[in-house]
C-alpha cells in the first residue's frame, strides 16, 4: 500500500504553544519524508525533510520525529507564531517513483 | 530567479473543450509532476516525468494526457474536460522525487 495518513485535519494552539502533526506510512521502502509548508494563495513549498537513517532533524524551530519501526513522522513546531498558521502536508516518496502526500493539516495559531 | 510558471492562472471552461495548461521550469531540473488540489483530499499526484520522453501516472490520471518533449516544459491536456476535474492545479519541478520539490503558483480551474 502506498498511502500516507496524516492527523489531525485541524488543529488550533496557543501562541508560543507546541503543535505536533502525525503521519503514518505502510510501505517501508520509502526513503524521503518531506514536509510541506503552503500559505492561502500560495503552491505549497518545503519547510523541512527526513530521510530513514536519521530518527530526529530540526531546522530552526520546525523539528521532524522519525520513528522507523512504527512506520510514523511527525512534525513539532517550537514557540508557534501566528505567521505559522498555513496547511501543512506531509509526503513520502521512494526512488524513482511516485510522491504520496498526506491530505493535509490546516493549522490555526492563536495570537 | 528560479522559479516554476504555469499558465493560465485561472480558468472557466465548459465540459469536452480541449484545454491544455502549460508548466515550465528554468531550474535544468529532470523531475517534474503535475497535482490536483481538492478539499479533504490534499495533493495528488497525476502524473511525473522523469526526464525528457518519460513519463509515468501518478495516483489520479484519468482523464489527463501529458507530454515531456523539452526538458523545461510539462504541459498538463485535458482532453475532454468534465465537472469532476474542477480543481486547484499545480505543476512541480525537483532535481530528483527526493528531492526538494518547487511548486507553481497554482491553476484554478472551473469545468461546467
Known amino acids: 500500500q502506498q498511502q500516507v495518513k496524516q492527523s489531525p485535519q485541524s488543529l488550533i494552539v496557543q501562541k508560543g504553544g507546541i503543535p505536533i502533526i502525525n503521519c503514518a506510512y505502510e510501505?517501508?521502502?520509502?526513503?524521503?519524508f518531506p514536509w510541506y509548508q503552503q500559505f492561502p494563495g500560495k503552491g505549497p513549498a518545503l519547510l523541512i525533510a527526513?530521510?530513514?537513517?536519521?530518527s530526529e532533524k530540526k531546522e530552526g524551530r520546525f523539528t521532524i520525529s522519525f520513528n522507523k519501526s512504527a512506520k510514523q513522522f511527525s512534525l513539532h513546531i517550537m514557540d508557534s507564531q501566528p505567521g505559522d498558521s498555513a496547511t501543512y502536508f506531509c509526503a513520502a516518496s521512494l526512488g524513482d517513483d511516485k510522491i504520496i502526500f498526506g491530505k493535509g493539516t490546516r493549522l490555526h495559531i492563536l495570537p | 530567479e528560479a522559479q516554476v510558471t504555469q499558465n493560465p492562472r485561472y480558468l472557466i471552461t465548459v465540459t469536452g473543450k480541449k484545454l491544455t495548461v502549460t508548466c515550465s521550469q528554468n531550474?535544468?531540473?529532470?523531475?517534474m509532476s503535475w497535482y490536483r488540489q481538492d478539499p479533504g483530499l490534499g495533493l495528488r499526484q497525476i502524473y511525473y516525468?522523469?526526464?525528457?520522453?518519460?513519463?509515468d501516472k501518478g495516483d489520479v490520471p484519468e482523464g489527463y494526457k501529458v507530454s515531456r518533449k523539452e526538458k523545461r516544459n510539462f504541459p498538463l491536456i485535458l482532453e475532454s474536460p468534465s465537472p469532476n476535474q474542477t480543481s486547484l492545479y499545480f505543476c512541480?519541478?525537483?532535481?530528483?522525487?527526493?528531492?526538494?520539490?518547487?511548486f507553481g503558483p497554482g491553476t484554478r480551474l472551473t469545468v461546467l
Open positions: 512541480a519541478s525537483s532535481a530528483h522525487n527526493t528531492d526538494t520539490q518547487y
Open positions: 531550474m535544468n531540473h529532470e523531475y
Open positions: 516525468s522523469m526526464n525528457v520522453e518519460v513519463t
Open positions: 510501505n517501508t521502502a520509502f526513503d524521503y
Open positions: 527526513i530521510r530513514p537513517d536519521v
